[in-house]
Each structure stands twice: as C-alpha cells, then as structure tokens.
C-alpha cells in the first residue's frame, strides 16, 4: 500500500520520464586549405621544373611575338589610314594619291563573307546538330566526320584549285564570265563556294562542342513532357548552345576575309570590279574583284604596284576587323559560361 501512494503521488505531481535528447555530433573540421601549383611545384623534380619553366618560356615568346604584330600594324597602319581611301576606287596611277582608295576591295571582303557564310552557316548548323543528336546510320556519321577532319586540314590552295575544276565546266557557265563558249570560272560565287568550306569545320566543331556540353537530363526533361527529338533540338537544345554556335559563325568569318590564294584564283584579285553581264548585282557576282587581303598583297613592297603606305592602311583595317571579330567571339564564350 505504501509502494503505490508512493508511484500515485509522483504522476499527480506531474513528474515527466522522458529521457534527455542525445548529445550533438561536433561540427567538422574545416577542410585543409588548398596548396596552389606554384606551391607544390616547390617539391617537384629539377625535370619538371624545368619543363614548367620552358612552358612559360614559350608562351610569354608566344604573346610578345604576337604583340609586337599587332602594335606594328597598328602603329604603321594608323600612320597612312585616311577617310578618302575608304571612299574611292583603285586606279592605275604611279604616286599614292593617283592609285586612289580601297572601296572595292573592302566591298569585296564583306560580299565574299556574307556570300561564304550563306552557305557555310545553314550546311554547318545542320551537320553538327545531325552529329551530335542524330549520327544515324553509323557508317554515314563516320564518313561525314573523316571528311569535315580533312577538310580542316586541306590548304586554302588545293581548293583553289578544286573550284578552278568545277567551275570552268559548261554546265556552270551561268556563274561566272564566258567569251565564245570558253568559260574563266572566276566570280564571286565560285570563290564564295570555296571559301564556305574552310570555314564549314570550324561551324560544325563549334555547334557539336556546343550541344555536347548540355547535360542530358535537358533533354530527358524534354522528352517526358511530350517533345519530339525534332522538336527537342529546335525549342530547347539549339537555343541553349546558342553562344557556341555564334562563337563558330564568328570564327568561320574569319577565317573567310583572311584568305588569298582561293581569292586570287577564283575571284582573279583585279582591284577594281569587272562586271559580266548587264544586270548590276548579278553582273558584279559574276565578275571579278579582289578583296583587303589581294590588295594588301598587291601593294606590299614585294608586290606588283609596291605602294607600302597603301598596303599598311588596308592591313590595318584588315586587322581590326579580325581583332573585332576575336573580341566578339570572347564576349560569345563569357556569356555562354555566365548561363551554362
């Protein structure tokens, strides 16, 4: 009886059995900070230092040669760049001021580019998206990538001569001068069909690099709610690589308006423009020009007209251009960094 008073009395007094919470884990320890590889390289072998130091080496003779290109053209160009010289033709004179500006070979520069990129773009679009989401059958993808490889490593000049080939047959008269049933097969577009292949490896790189870098989960998401693989790689995929695909178009320009042996070739690097025909654009397609890179050639001091002040001026504007067009395709890259 006095055992239970005892318990009774405790549960009226409202004394609490539960048991106290479990002791807490100690926070970790915080990681140990991470040597840079400037720091570990002090326990490297004297063999490895030295090949880091012969790295170095080469890289800082690597950006002080390319420097010091840059800042001579710029210095010596800005020198002899005047308004007139983007306003007036080429003419045949002995002096600077007689042989005039470079109005048609900077025009030739920007057709031949939009010309090559017309056709370079959309073919290259379409083989990068068909090879990095596609690739069906097999054996095509294989033949198609071995071929896109030796084409970015054929020169500029054995597709010169290639064009030369195709473009003197009859059947392709319409596309450039003829003289009693002889064909020249130089004209804008054969060398805009010549220049869209230098440029068509680095588009089809710069599209697959940027389809590949998009994790798959994107797509699964896509195709459980519906989306067609078609329609997958038109609404979601191609928008996302959208900077890689930019940064591809940009570097395929370039690689266009630097050419000269496909120029001097297809286009015959006269420095004014010789039209074939009546009709005023076709007529001009279908002719002859040069463009920035033919003229700086033409007037350098080993060239046929040795005017060297014309020759800096246009290798200036020539440059700006491709560090304009380097500048943009950094700003390509950043951004596609910043959303990725």
């Not at 000049?157 to 319409?174: D, H, M, S, Y």
């Not at 994107?218 to 693989?229: F, I, N």
């Amino acid at each position: 009886m006095g055992g239970e008073a005892a318990d009774e009395a405790v549960w009226g007094a409202g004394v609490s059995t539960v048991a106290p919470p479990p002791p807490t884990a100690p926070p970790p320890a915080p990681a140990p900070a991470r040597r840079s590889a400037r720091d570990s390289s002090a326990s490297w072998r004297w063999t490895d230092r030295l090949g880091l130091a012969f790295a170095w080496f080469l890289g800082l003779t690597f950006l002080a040669v390319t420097a010091a290109i840059v800042i001579y053209m710029m210095v010596q160009g800005i020198r002899y760049v005047r308004p007139e010289l983007f306003v007036t033709h080429p003419a045949a004179g002995v002096t600077e001021r007689e042989s005039g500006g470079f109005l048609d070979p900077l025009l030739g520069t920007v057709i031949v580019a939009l010309m090559a990129m017309a056709i370079a773009f959309p073919l290259g679009l379409s083989i990068g998206v068909w090879l990095s989401e596609f690739g069906r059958p097999s054996w095509l993808a294989r033949v198609t990538e071995s071929t896109i490889e030796m084409l970015a490593g054929s020169p500029s000049i054995v597709f010169a001569l290639f064009g030369t080939l195709i473009f003197e047959q009859g059947a392709l008269a319409f596309l450039s001068r003829t003289n009693d049933g002889v064909v020249y097969g130089r004209s804008f577009f054969a060398a805009a069909a010549m220049l869209s292949l230098i440029a068509l490896p680095l588009i089809v790189a710069n599209v697959r690099e940027g389809l590949q870098a998009i994790p798959g989960h994107v797509r699964e998401a896509s195709y459980a709610v519906g989306k067609t693989r078609i329609a997958t790689t038109r609404r979601v995929l191609l928008p996302a690589a959208r900077p890689s695909v930019v940064t591809g178009a940009m570097l395929g320009v370039g690689r266009i308006i630097g050419d000269t042996a496909i120029i001097v070739i297809l286009l015959g690097a006269t420095l004014r423009f010789t039209e074939a025909g009546d009709v005023p654009l076709l007529g001009t397609l279908k002719g002859t020009g040069s463009t920035l890179t033919t003229f700086v050639y033409a007037n350098a001091p080993t060239g046929e007209i040795n005017q060297p002040e014309k020759a800096f001026a246009a290798g200036f504007v020539l440059l700006s251009m491709v560090l304009a067009l380097n500048f943009a395709v950094d700003v390509a890259a950043r951004r596609g960094r910043r959303w990725s």
